[in-house]
């Protein structure tokens, strides 16, 4: 059940993200020359930076002694010092957690890290200080970093929608099963991790693990608060009561960003890539979608996803296309006419193979594997 491989296994071997790494390279290698520390807070290890070499290291983030500091400059290793007074770790060597972005929702959604980064993002954007946009891009491209090595090797099917679905909805019942069914034919479910549509694949990720009957009770339950607004709050503890009343739920990726700040990310992903620049964040979902993307009925952000989408599968220029499954035949052929056009693009090209419009969502994973070969 377990589709994504599990961290550490992929990533650069020169790359230290914990403590438990930082101590088994010193134990094993006896050098941190040319290694590279992200993150790690190295305050109690002033020994081991004293008495080891560090020529050509760079240590990112990392808290430390003053003469711990000294030293290793002198060895020539690069130091950037944690940055005080952020509410998020601009050189952060993991994914978020659910919990980690929630920390606090019992004090209501404003004490959340969530929002207190949304709040910094909105101080610090209207003033157009370069040193805050640095900071965001150096988050923004650590979290891409730790994105791809959490990922590496696995099966990736996006899954598109808009934000409006509510809870309690046919149509959000749908998308749950739907994240169920992809998660239990071995892919991971990617999606842009907040509200609606994205919320109920992330949900049916999560629930692919238990019996049929825990996603009809979690979708029950969920439906007593249907939308984040009026209360983020609630409708957040929600996702959390089924958290607790199932724990170890099933792996999904979200990949929300800060720049609709009014959007919260959704608990039910176990990884959540969070951005503050939505072009990398847009990019970034259907890049990785390396199985292909269903896209269920949504507004202007879903069709802008499509055309994203295409464009790199018109021009090969991430290779082979990759299948793209449209659901819900009235809405791209009449509601918003997506579907022709799509179809009219593809004519004569490889990826006609690899398009599919199919009427129920039902019949979305089946389509992928069809059109995936």
């Known amino acids: 059940m377990q589709t994504m491989p599990a961290h550490a296994a992929h990533h650069d071997d020169r790359e230290i993200e914990t403590l438990e790494e930082f101590d088994a390279t010193v134990s094993a290698r006896g050098t941190l020359a040319g290694y590279r520390v992200q993150a790690v807070d190295l305050t109690d290890r002033t ?41 998020f770790d601009p050189y952060r060597g993991l994914v978020y957690s659910p919990d980690e972005l929630f920390a606090s929702l019992a004090d209501g959604y404003e004490a959340t890290p969530d929002a207190l980064a949304y709040a910094w993002f909105q101080r610090t954007k209207a003033d157009r200080d370069i040193h805050a946009s640095m900071l965001r891009a150096v988050h923004d491209d650590s979290v891409s970093d730790a994105l791809d090595e959490l990922l ?44 609606g549509a994205m919320e109920a694949a992330n949900l049916g990720a999560y629930a692919a693990p238990f019996g049929d009957e825990m996603l009809t009770e979690s979708l029950g339950l969920l439906g007593k608060a249907p939308h984040f607004t009026p209360s983020i709050t609630q409708w957040a503890s929600a996702a959390f009561e089924i958290r607790t009343r199932w724990p170890q739920g099933g792996r999904s990726v979200g990949i929300p960003t800060w720049f609709y700040g009014h959007e919260p990310p959704n608990a039910f992903a176990s990884h959540i890539a969070k951005y503050f620049a939505n072009a990398t964040r847009e990019d970034g979902l259907l890049a990785r979608s390396n199985a292909g993307v269903v896209f269920l009925p949504g507004a202007a952000g879903t069709v802008q996803e499509i055309f994203d989408n295409a464009t790199p599968n018109y021009y090969q220029s991430r290779g082979e296309p990759t299948p793209m499954v449209l659901v819900n035949r009235v809405h791209w052929t009449e509601k918003l006419p997506a579907w022709p056009l799509l179809r009219s693009l593809a004519g004569g090209r490889s990826m006609e193979a690899r398009i599919a419009l199919v009427e129920r969502i039902e019949e979305a994973p089946e389509a992928l594997k069809r059109l995936g070969g």
């Open 47 to 87: 020994r081991e930076l004293l008495t080891t070499d560090t020529a050509g290291a760079v240590f990112l983030g990392c808290a430390m002694r003053e003469d711990a500091a000294a030293k290793i400059r002198g060895d020539g290793a690069l130091v950037f010092p944690p940055v005080p007074g952020l509410p």
């Open 152 to 195: 590496s090797g696995a099966r990736i099917v996006g899954v598109m929608g808009g934000h409006a679905m509510a809870r309690g909805t046919e149509e959000y019942a749908g998308a749950a099963r739907l994240g169920r069914e992809l998660t239990r034919a071995g892919f991971t479910v990617a999606t842009g991790g907040g509200p």
